[in-house]
C-alpha cells in the first residue's frame, strides 16, 4: 500500500453528473483524473491512448456491461475498482476479485477502495 | 327403503325339499322327480342369466326375461328401472301370446298403469281374489291377467327399480316361483348396479381426463421394485417422450425421465427417490427440455402409494402442473424489480451529484435550498414523463414542454415558441436534455428572457448530418430580455449543458451569451424513428 497522491485515475461512468461528482471526490482525495468515458467504445480508446495508474467502472453503461473494458483493463494488469446500482452479483466471477462501491456512495467508500489496489 | 323378504336361493330350495325317498310313494317319488327337475332347469337358467348379464346388452336382457317367463308360466313381464321421479319401462312384453300389434300396444299401456299403480317397495305375489280386491289392479284383469307377481331390484338395500311377471292362470307364482324370480331380480340388480358404477367410473375417468388436459398436467406412476414407470398419455405429451406402450425405464441411458430433465436438474432424481423412502408426499419442481428442444418447467407432487416391509418406497404416483408461463411471469418480475433497483441507486447517485454540486455553487443557503428543490423537481417531472411512457421513451415536444412550463410567466404562449419533427428520446437522452433545459430555463427565469413579461424563448430542432453521419441539432434562443452580460465564472448549469450534453449523449453543445439574448446549440446523433424506439 502506497500513498494516493499523484496517482492518475480514468473515470468510465455514463451518467455525467455521477462522473463530475466523481471527479470532485478524487480531486478531494489528491488523485489526478486522467480521463473521463461514458461508453464503453471511447472507454477502449483512452486505455489505449492515455497512461493512468487505476480506473473506476460503472458496471452498466447505458444499457451495456462494463466487461469488454474490464477484460482489457485486466490484460494490461492496470488495476480498477467497479461502481454499481445493482448489487455485486452483477459481476462476472472472472472479475469477482474486483473491489465493488455501491451507488450512491461516501468518499470513505471510494477512498477504502480505491487504497485496496495499491 | 323397501322391505326385504327373506332371500331363500333356489338351490337352497332343492336341498330343503329333499324328501324320505325309501318310504316314498310312486306317485310321490315321481313328483319329486319333477320337481328337481324343475330345479334343475331353474339352476341352468339362473346359471344362463348370470352368465350373460355379464354381456350387458339389451337383446339378451330380453331373452333372459322371455325365459324366466316362460319357466314359471307368465304371459307377460315387465321391467321398470328408476329414473328421475316414475320408475322407467324399460322391458314389456308378452311372454307367449300370439298377439296383433294392436293388443299388444293395449296390453302394454295397461300393464303401465298398473306397475305405477302398484307399491314399488317388497315383492307383491296376487292371485285372482287379490286382483279382484283391488280397484288399482282392474286394468290387469281387463287383459284377462289373475295372477300378478312383482319383485324390487336391491342393490345394497337400495330400491333400482323391479320386475314384474303376470299370467292368465289363476294359481300362478308360489313360493317356490317367488323365489325363483327373486334369485334372478338380484342377478339383475347386481348387473343394472355394476353397469352403474361401470358408466360413473367411465365420467370421473372422463373429468379427470379434461382437468388433467385442461390444467396441463402430466401424471405417471413410478415402480421401484420392477424399475418401470407408467406413463398416462397426457404424461408422455407433456414431456414429448417416445413411449408407445407408456413403459418406461427407471435408472441407466434409457431413463426417459432423468434424460428429459435440464442437466442441472438430474440431480433431483436421486433426492425424489431418497425422499420417497422417508416421507409420503413430497414436492417436486424442476425444468425438462423435450426433445423438440422446448423447455419447460414443472411443478408438481410425488406421493408413496405402497411401501415395502422395509419401509422403502415400492410404488410412487407422480403429478405435475405445467408452470413454465408462471416461471416466466416471476422471471419478468424478478427483472423488473433488479431494473427497478439500479435505476433507483442511480437516481440516488444523480440527487446525490446534484446536491453536492448545488451545495459548491454560488448563492445563499437559501437560494441553494430552492435550486436543489427545483433541480429534484425537475428531475421528478422527466421521470413521470418516462413512467407515462413505461420507461420506453419520451418524446421532444414533451421534454421540452415540462422543461419550460414552470418558468412561463404568462399563460397566453406568446412567450415560448416550440417547434421542430416527432420525435421519440430513450430515457436517458431524455433525462439528460430535460436536466439542461432546465437549467437554460432557471437562467432564463433568472437573467434572461424569462425574467420579464416581453421576454420570448424560442425551441426548436431539425435533423442534419455530419460526415454522413444523420444527427439532430437543437437551438434555445432568448430574445427580449435584459443584455447579456458574459459571465465570468460557469457554474453547474453550463458544465452540464457543455460537457455533460457532450458526455452522455456523444454530441457537443455551446452557450453563446450574445447581447440580445442566450443562444444555445445542442448536437446529438438523431434519435432513432418512433417505431425502432418503441
Redesign the interface.
Known sequence: MSSAPGKRLLIVE????????LE?MLTELDFDVAG?A??PARALELIASTEFDAAILDV?L?GCDSFAVAAALSERRIPFIFT????ASRVLPEFAHHPVV????RLEELSDALRQLW | MPGRDSVVAPADGAENALPDLENASRAELQSTLEELARANSRLALLNRVATELISDSQTSFNDLFQAIAKEIGAHYFFYQRLGGIRPEVLILAAASEQQSEDEANAANEILIVAAEAAPPSGTLALQASDLAQNEAFAPLRRLGLKSFMRVPLLAQDRWLGAVSFASTSRHSFLQTDQEFVRTFADQLAAAVERQRLVLQLRESEQLYRGAVITGRLASWETNMVTRERIWTKEGIEMFGLDLPDGRGTIGGEHDEFRRTLHPEDRYKVADFHRTADEIDSYPAEYRIIRSDGRLMWMSGRGRVIERGPDGKARRVANIVVDVTEQKKAEERTRLLIDELNHRVKNTLATVQAIVAQTLNGEGSAADRRETIEARLQSLSRSHNLLTRENWEGAALHEVVREALHPFIRSQDGRQVSVDGPPLLLRPKVALSLGMALHELATNASKYGALSVDVGQVAVWWTPSTADGVPFLDLFWQERGGPTVQSRSRRGFGSRLIEQGLAHELGGSARLDYCPEGLYCTIRFPMPPSEEDAR
Open positions: 455514463d451518467e455525467f453528473l455521477i462522473a463530475i461528482m470532485d473521463t461514458s461508453n452498466n447505458d454499481t446500482g445493482y448489487g455501491q451507488k450512491p456512495y
